[in-house]
């Protein structure tokens, strides 16, 4: 049976949007995903907060402090 696409040009471009998407990481500073990753903790507590489920935001400080103050501790000290 014949398939109504190409496997080899779908392949190609398999190929060719990995490629691309490996540039667009290579070219990410760490400034930028730093900065993707507080966008994401954002919106991921509004969801938190739209669906009841948010936590006590104070009990997880030293958390936090692990995961964003130190980063950009050591990031600053480069």
Do not use: C, W
Request: no cysteine; aromatic share 2%; hydrophobic share 40%.
């Amino acid at each position: 049976m014949k398939v109504p696409f190409d496997r080899a040009r779908l392949a190609q471009r398999n190929a060719l949007d990995l490629a691309t998407h490996h540039a667009q990481i290579a070219q990410n500073s760490g400034r930028s995903a730093l900065l993707e990753t507080l966008e994401l903790s954002d919106t991921v507590h509004e969801l938190a907060q739209a669906t009841g489920t948010v936590r006590d935001s104070h009990a997880d400080l030293d958390e936090k402090a692990r995961l964003y103050v130190l980063p950009l501790q050591l990031a600053a000290r480069r």
